[in-house]
C-alpha cells in the first residue's frame, strides 16, 4: 500500500514540525501550510489523500476552510485542534471533517487516526470499483458506484460521513446496526467520543432525509443499542 500524501495545516511552528517530523521518519509524503488561503490552494492543485487541519489559523477559521474543501472534495480531513469543547468537535463534524484529533496529542494516536483513515480509504475504493449497483428503497436511491444519493429525484448533499452512514445503513436494511458496529465500520474505532459524533451526525442525516422529523420514514433509532434503516413498500 502506498503511503498517502497528506497536507499539514498548521501556523504554530513547533506543532507543525512535530507533525511533519513524525510524517517523515514514517516515511509519509507531506505538504504544508500555514494558513486557510494557502491549504486550499495545495488542496486544490495537488489533491493529497488526508489533510490535517488546524482550526485556529491566522487568516481564516479552520471550520472556513472545512467548507470550501467540501464545496468540490470528499478527501478525508483529520481536524487536530486545541479547541476541546463538544461544541467546537461538532461543529467541525458538522462542517464536514472525518475526525477530531485533540491538543496535545500523542504522536502513535495521530499515527493511529492516519492509518485508519487510510485503510478506510482503501476500503471505500475497493467498494467503489467492486459494485455498480444501486439501492432503492421508497423515494431514495443510494448510487454506490456513483458515490450519491438522490430523494425524489434530487441529489442530496451529504457529508462524507452521512454518506458512509447512508451506505452502511442501506447495506443492512431491516436490521439493527449496534453503536459499536456503526462506528467500528465508520472510524475503524469504537470510543465513546465516537458515539456521541455518531449521534451528531445521525441527526444531521435524517434533515436531510425525512420530510417529518416526528414520524421517521428510513432511519429507526433504537434507544441505547443503535439504529436500522427500515424498508418502504
Not at 82 to 101: P, Q, V
Not at 171 to 200: C, M, P, Y
Not at 201 to 215: H, W
Amino acid at each position: 500500500m502506498n503511503k498517502p500524501l497528506i497536507l499539514v495545516v498548521e501556523d504554530d511552528s513547533p506543532v507543525r514540525n512535530l507533525i511533519t517530523t513524525t510524517l517523515k521518519t514514517n516515511d509519509y509524503r507531506y505538504l504544508v501550510a500555514v494558513n486557510g488561503e494557502m491549504a486550499v490552494l495545495e488542496a486544490s492543485s495537488h489533491n493529497p489523500d488526508i489533510v490535517l487541519l488546524d482550526l485556529g489559523l491566522p487568516d481564516m477559521d479552520g471550520i472556513q476552510v472545512i467548507t470550501k474543501i467540501r464545496s468540490w472534495s470528499n478527501l478525508p480531513i483529520i481536524v487536530i485542534s486545541a479547541r476541546s469543547e463538544d461544541s467546537d468537535k461538532i461543529e467541525a463534524l458538522d462542517a464536514g471533517a472525518d475526525d477530531y484529533l485533540t491538543k496535545p496529542f500523542s504522536v502513535e494516536e495521530l499515527l493511529a487516526r492516519i492509518r485508519v483513515t487510510q485503510r478506510r480509504l482503501t476500503f471505500m475504493t475497493n467498494e467503489t470499483t467492486s459494485t455498480g449497483s444501486s439501492f432503492v428503497n421508497g423515494k431514495l436511491k443510494v448510487d454506490y458506484a456513483g458515490g450519491c444519493a438522490y430523494l425524489n429525484g434530487l441529489e442530496l448533499h451529504l457529508t462524507p460521513i452521512e454518506y458512509k452512514l447512508l451506505c452502511l445503513l442501506s447495506r443492512n436494511t431491516g436490521k439493527v446496526l449496534t453503536h459499536t458496529f456503526i462506528t467500528q465500520n465508520i472510524w475503524g474505532r469504537s470510543w465513546e467520543n465516537d458515539v456521541a459524533s455518531l449521534r451528531v451526525f445521525m441527526a444531521t442525516l435524517r434533515k436531510k432525509l425525512e420530510p417529518d422529523a416526528d414520524s421517521p420514514q428510513y432511519i429507526q433509532t433504537h434507544i441505547g443499542v443503535g439504529y436500522r434503516m427500515m424498508r418502504i413498500e
